[in-house]
């Protein structure tokens, strides 16, 4: 981990977590195996245990599930990057969408 980024995210650190699971003994056998345990892959995991139950799934995960992007992902979003709402107006003009002709 880089020098000043904390070892767990602001959400891991307020609730805590489990105690480590131990490392998978040895070889094991799966129908599919998902690597990494973050939105993507407990998503992708639970899709197909729903859609195959006879499948056996086996997620791996390096630390734990949440450590990743995933854990501290603070959920918001900005377009100023882009120059906003206005930015984006005036860059498809004569003909903006119809989100542009608020009052």
Known sequence: MPPGVPEVSFWWDGVGRDAPRPPLPGPTSADVCIVGAGYTGLWTAYYLARAAPQWRIVVVEQRFAGY????????W????????ATG????????????CNWP
């Open 88 to 99: 984006t107006c005036a860059a498809t003009a004569p003909t903006p969408p119809a989100a």
């Open 68 to 75: 990743g992007a995933s854990g501290r992902n603070g959920g």
């Open 77 to 84: 979003l900005t377009n100023s990057i882009t120059g906003g």
